[in-house]
């Protein structure tokens, strides 16, 4: 049966797919590729369902070794590709043959990277997911040194896909006030600043600091809410949190705003130091 190994995770890699929506009532996250659609398009180029299960590399450094033959692809952040030590490239199909190696750099931009395989990455569903959910524990474990998975059956026809440009300067991302909006004295503040993302980021949210926090009106407790994918939570200090994908599915500081669905999947490339600028969405 064929098969991949890890060799090398780097420092962060987990297995993910579109994630388990629909279970906050239950207190389970959606979870899920924080970059979605750079995890879309590696599955659409092995000609896999685009819900398969790829690994999600955290800053590069992911070995693997392919057992059997094997067609496999590599999206988002731009990183140097090799197999077996020669250079190879990203948003192209590429056949390994059984023992090949392929091995991801350190981006040099951007933060997280997908490798798809067709078939997909064959772990055991949860809720009807198979992606790991870095705050819950859900889904399978943290992809570690020698990890082996079997390649499952997830594959389709074999489309066209378009390279995505890779993460640079971001455009502006379009957030909608709400639903806490007036609990700001001005909440337009959001919008007047550029913000930088911390290191105290993860898949959880993205923690971000300005020259010119957000102030409350109204400094009464709150009540914990049910949270989503781009919510912007304001803690005490008043710089924002913009939750991601292993979110929690409530809290109790006022969100402002909530990032535009279209604009998710730039979040999921944001690095420590990179800033970022939000503006009005239509309505």
């Known amino acids: 049966m064929n098969s991949l190994e890890v060799i090398s995770p780097g420092p962060l890699c987990t297995v993910q797919d579109r994630g388990r929506p629909g279970h906050s009532a239950i207190g389970v996250g959606r979870s899920g590729a924080a970059d979605v659609a750079a995890h879309d398009a590696a599955n659409r180029l092995v000609g896999n369902v685009v819900d398969a299960a790829a690994l999600e590399a955290t800053m590069g450094g992911l070995r693997i070794r392919v057992h059997g033959r094997a067609v496999v692809a590599v999206t988002g952040a731009p990183s ?7 250079t190879n490239g990203m948003y192209c199909t590429i056949a390994l043959s059984d023992g090949d190696e392929l091995a991801v750099g350190t981006p040099a931009s951007g933060l997280r990277t997908y490798l798809a395989i067709r078939g997909g990455i064959d772990v055991e ?4 997911s198979r992606s790991t959910d870095t705050l819950s524990g859900l889904g399978p474990a943290h992809v570690s040194e020698g990890s082996a998975f079997a390649i499952g059956r997830d594959s389709s026809d074999w489309p066209l896909v378009q390279e995505i440009p890779p993460p640079g300067a971001l455009a502006p991302i ?3 006030l709400g639903p806490r909006a007036d609990w700001f004295l001005d909440p337009t503040v959001l919008f007047t600043q550029q913000w930088s ?20 009106s109204i400094s009464d407790e709150l009540p914990s809410e049910g949270m989503v994918v781009g919510a912007l939570q304001v803690p005490p200090d008043g710089k924002p949190v913009l939750f991601l994908v292993d979110h929690p599915v409530t809290g109790g500081y006022p969100v402002v705003g909530v990032v535009r669905s279209d604009d998710l999947a730039q979040l999921g490339q944001l690095r420590p130091g990179d800033g970022l600028r939000f503006t009005p969405a239509r309505a």
Request: hydrophobic letters at 40%; zero cysteines; a neutral charge.
């Open 80 to 86: 140097a590709i090799t197999v077996n030590g020669l």
């Open 125 to 128: 569903p949860f809720l009807g």
């Open 174 to 176: 379009h957030v909608i």
């Open 197 to 216: 993302v911390t290191a105290d980021s993860n898949r959880v949210g993205i923690r971000l600091d300005g020259e010119s926090p957000l102030t409350r």
